[in-house]
């Protein structure tokens, strides 16, 4: 366990280096997004969160651009690769920013991913923009 010193009660004595940086995960605060359950992976492949996603054999998988699955949704929480069925929730609705989302290869270019809900087999209210 690191030991902080201090300079007083309360007060740091040293000066914080260290630096950090994050992408923002929503683009706007409508709609709300909901996490809907009922959602499995089935622990042959990783998922990390926030993973745009469609189901093949009744697993979630990257959804691919221009192939199956489609996009029908956005993976809650991680699905581990170790061989054990996991369930997760799945967002279908939320204002995300694309650029913080975890997409398949095949989805190269801002255009593609923006396009990606667009005639989606299941409808989602899921809103794409490209922040900053």
């Known amino acids: 366990m690191p030991n902080i010193p201090y300079g007083g009660e309360g007060v740091p004595s040293g000066v914080d280096t260290q630096e950090f940086s994050y992408v923002e995960l929503l683009a706007g605060h409508t709609p709300e997004f909901p996490a809907v359950p009922g959602y499995q992976g089935d622990g042959s492949v990783a998922l990390p969160a926030f993973s745009v996603v469609g189901v093949t054999t009744g697993n979630l998988v990257l959804a691919e ?4 699955p489609l996009a029908i949704g956005i993976t809650w929480a991680p699905i581990l690769a170790n061989g054990v069925v996991q369930k997760v929730g799945l967002i279908r609705a939320g ?3 694309l650029d913080a989302l975890n997409w398949h290869a095949s989805f190269d270019t801002d255009a ?3 396009a990606a809900f667009e005639g989606a087999p299941t409808p989602t209210n899921i809103v794409l923009q490209k922040v900053g």
């Open 65 to 68: 651009q221009d192939a199956l």
């Open 112 to 114: 593609k991913k923006l």
């Open 95 to 97: 204002n995300f920013n």
